[in-house]
């Protein structure tokens, strides 16, 4: 079981929007901050989000990440198939004093 | 561009200690904390612990009775040791470089698969 909670899976046709979410509570996305992650099969993952929603260099602006309260969203427009990953979303659990991650979600692109 | 670098043993019998260590390639070392995280197979991540290239480290509480990460900054590299390792610690274990205070990994090793089988 996870402390922050994602959706299993999403699925959306290419060309269209996808958003994930990923809830906690007050000791982790309530009071820090966000990041999301790409994991294609067979790879490490890949930093696509972090302070909630900066990019790194080199990250399309398709992706995107907001927070609020202690929720926090993953948008990703103009879906292609290459986008076909698991993501993550992860921050810090003050209560916990560790590093807390979703359990992840599988997007499809029908 | 920095590049992280990973070894170690993949095959470990149940009681023994996992031992991994990585290497990091460009960039600063002593600016950044280091992490190691884990993945079952066909499961999501879990953070292990962190360290600072001061030597403090940081575990995750539902391991730390049986972690060890250590640093040796004059050859930028950090190691991971996991004592009495059972079934459930099978995973690909992912060496990582950790921004704090965000936080969040920005680079990361290719992983190394450790498989627990007696």
């Known amino acids: 079981q996870s402390v922050l909670t994602q959706p299993p899976s999403v699925s959306a046709a290419p060309g269209q929007k996808v958003t994930i979410s990923c809830s906690g509570s007050s000791s982790n996305i309530g009071n820090n901050y966000v990041s999301w992650y790409q994991q294609l099969q067979g790879t490490a993952p890949k930093v696509l989000i972090y302070d909630n929603n900066k990019r790194p260099s080199g990250i399309p602006d398709r992706f995107s990440g907001s927070k609020s309260g202690t929720s926090a969203t993953l948008g990703i427009t103009g879906l292609q198939t290459g986008d076909e990953a698991d993501y993550y979303c992860g921050t810090w659990d003050t209560s916990l004093s560790a590093v807390v991650f979703g359990g992840g979600t599988k997007l499809t692109v029908l | 561009q920095v590049q992280l670098q990973q070894w170690g043993a993949g095959l470990l019998k149940p009681s023994e200690t996992l031992s991994l260590t990585c290497a990091v390639y460009g960039g600063s070392f002593s600016g950044y904390y280091w992490s190691w995280i884990r993945q079952p197979p066909g499961k999501g991540l879990e953070w292990i612990g962190e360290?600072?290239?001061?030597?403090?480290?940081n575990y995750n509480p539902s391991l730390k009775s049986r972690v060890t990460i250590s640093v040796d900054t004059s050859t930028k590299q950090f190691s991971l040791r996991l004592s009495s390792v059972t079934a459930a610690d099978t995973a690909v274990y992912y060496c990582?470089?950790?921004?704090?205070?965000?936080?969040?990994?920005?680079?990361w090793g290719r992983g190394t698969l450790v498989t627990v089988s007696s």
């Open positions: 360290i600072k290239h001061s030597g403090s480290t």
């Open positions: 990582a470089r950790f921004v704090r205070p965000d936080p969040y990994f920005d680079y």
